[in-house]
């Protein structure tokens, strides 16, 4: 019997039965809005984003979105240590679905970004990280979708353009309240445009792995 074999893929898991989750979303929700009272000149998003933009008002927050990723490393903030702990499960479930349980990691940064009507971030990577997660604290469904790049795209599309490929180009998550998504850090993603008046609460978080590979005279003592 013949099988389908979906080589060579980069997994993505989105979880959104976290235990608590909702009244998880509510707590790091108000503390998000903490960051932006703390942080008046915190970084910006939208097209203010890859220039690395600070806010010199909250008329500039409110033009472009919020982040505090400039601002304050949120993995070392004992503040925020309840929404890390649950990142570091969602992680670990992850390494145990693609076959690496028990795998050492790092938290190496947490960030919040806050989205209000037309907000987004363009495409872009996690540099020197291994994973990394989103987690939404608020979210209005139908709008805002996270949108990965296939990583094999530009290889494959100089052969296969569209009307004859089987190769998909690229794939969405739609945003959710309590939904996590954990990816390879190296895949290009952006966030579409938010078309509501309801904010959008992002957690953000990147992931070192350990690695330590052994000599044979390691192993040996």
């Given amino acids: 019997m013949g099988q389908i074999i979906q080589m060579f893929s980069h997994p993505v898991i989105t979880l959104d039965d976290y235990p608590d ?9 108000d503390q998000a809005m903490g960051l932006m009272q703390e942080f008046p000149d915190a970084g910006l998003i939208s097209d203010a984003w890859h220039s690395g933009r600070r806010a010199q008002s909250q008329e500039d927050i409110s033009r472009h979105g919020f982040t505090s990723f400039h601002s304050v490393n949120l993995a070392k903030r004992d ?28 938290l190496d940064s947490a960030w919040s970004s806050v989205y209000g009507r037309g907000h987004y971030v363009p495409q872009h990577t996690h540099p020197l990280s291994h994973l990394s997660l989103v987690y939404y604290a608020s979210a209005s469904e139908g709008t805002g979708q996270l949108v990965f790049e296939n990583p094999a795209r530009a290889h494959f599309q100089h052969f296969y353009p569209p009307e004859i490929s089987w190769m998909p180009y690229r794939y969405t998550v739609q945003p959710k309240k309590g939904l996590f998504v954990v990816f390879p850090s ?36």
């Fill in 186 to 221: 190296y895949l290009v993603h952006n966030t579409e445009p938010h078309d509501s008046d309801e904010l959008r609460v992002i957690y953000s978080a990147n992931l070192q792995l350990a690695f330590n590979r052994q000599t044979d005279a390691d192993k040996a003592r």
């Fill in 21 to 29: 989750s909702h009244a998880l979303a509510d707590r790091f929700y």
């Fill in 79 to 106: 503040d925020f240590d309840f929404i890390n702990k649950a990142a570091l499960a969602v992680f670990a479930q992850y390494l145990r679905v693609v076959g690496k349980a028990g795998t050492g990691m790092t």
